[in-house]
C-alpha cells in the first residue's frame, strides 16, 4: 500500500497558540489532499479538501481562517490550527489521494490544547 | 448525497466466535467500498476493499462482498480473536472526485 506519514502524532500547546500538521505522501504524489477531524467515539467529518496549488475547499461549518491549509508541493500538505482553543482539541487526520491511492489514511495527530 | 450506514454497536464477542458488522450504502453511481480498522489512538488502517459489484475483499480473515443488488457491504469474520478488539468503520468512494463518506463506526470487543 502507499506510505504516508502524519507528523507530529500527538501536540499539547497552549491556548492562543498556533499548530501546524504535516501530511506527506513518500511513495506517491497527492494530488488532493482530505483532512478530517475526530471527536471522540465518533466518525470522521471532513474539514477540507485541497487540490495541489490551489486554495482549500472547506466543508460549511469549518472555519478557513482558524485551520489554514496549505498544498504546495505533490508530497506535502500542512494544517495549521491557529489562536488554537481547547474545543479545537481533536484528533485530525489526512487523506493524499493520487492515481489509485485513495484509500490510506495518515496515522493521525492528537491535538490538546490547554 | 452518498452515505453510509453502519451497525452501531458496540459488539461484544467471545474469542473465536462468528463477526458480522453490518453496512448498506447510498450511491447514485459506482462507489468503491471500504473497511477500515482503528485502534485506540491511531489513524485509520484499510482492512479490505472493493470496487466493483460481487468482488470480495478479504484481509486477516476477515471478508466482506459488494452487493449491489442489497447495496450492503457486511463484513464477517469466521473466529474473532482479542486482537481484533477495535473500532471498524465502512467506507465508501466516489470514483469521479475521491470523496470518501464513513459510516458511524461499530466498535468491537472480543473477550477471552
Known amino acids: 500500500g502507499a506510505v504516508v506519514s502524519q507528523h507530529p502524532s500527538w501536540v499539547i500547546c497552549k491556548s492562543g497558540t498556533s499548530v501546524k500538521i504535516e501530511c506527506r505522501s513518500l511513495?506517491?504524489?497527492?494530488?488532493?489532499m482530505f483532512w478530517y477531524r475526530q471527536f471522540p467515539k465518533q466518525s470522521l467529518m471532513l474539514m477540507a479538501t485541497?487540490?495541489?496549488?490551489?486554495?482549500?475547499?472547506?466543508e460549511q461549518g469549518v472555519e478557513k481562517d482558524k485551520f489554514l491549509i496549505n498544498h504546495a508541493s505533490l508530497t506535502l500538505s500542512t494544517l495549521t490550527v491557529t489562536s488554537a482553543h481547547p474545543e479545537d482539541s481533536s484528533f485530525y487526520i489526512c487523506?493524499?489521494?493520487?492515481?489509485?491511492?485513495?484509500?490510506?489514511f495518515g496515522q493521525g495527530t492528537r491535538l490538546t490544547v490547554v | 448525497g452518498d452515505s453510509v450506514t453502519q451497525m452501531e454497536g458496540p459488539v461484544t464477542l467471545s474469542e473465536e466466535a462468528f463477526l458480522t458488522i453490518n453496512c448498506t450504502y447510498t450511491?447514485?453511481?459506482?462507489?468503491?467500498l471500504f473497511w477500515y480498522v482503528q485502534y485506540p489512538g491511531e489513524g485509520l488502517q484499510l482492512l479490505l476493499k472493493?470496487?466493483?459489484?460481487?468482488d470480495k475483499g478479504s484481509n486477516k480473515g476477515f471478508e466482506a462482498t459488494y452487493r449491489k443488488e442489497t447495496t450492503s457491504f457486511h463484513l464477517e469474520k469466521g473466529s474473532v480473536q482479542v486482537s481484533d478488539s477495535a473500532v471498524y468503520f465502512c467506507?465508501?468512494?466516489?470514483?469521479?472526485?475521491?470523496?470518501?463518506?464513513f459510516g458511524a463506526g461499530t466498535r468491537l470487543t472480543v473477550k477471552p
Open positions: 487523506r493524499p489521494v493520487g492515481g489509485n491511492t485513495e484509500a490510506f
Open positions: 511513495d506517491f504524489q497527492a494530488t488532493t
Open positions: 485541497s487540490n495541489e496549488g490551489s486554495k482549500a475547499t472547506y
Open positions: 450511491a447514485t453511481g459506482y462507489p468503491s
Open positions: 472493493a470496487t466493483k459489484a460481487d
Open positions: 467506507a465508501l468512494s466516489d470514483r469521479g472526485n475521491n470523496d470518501m463518506r
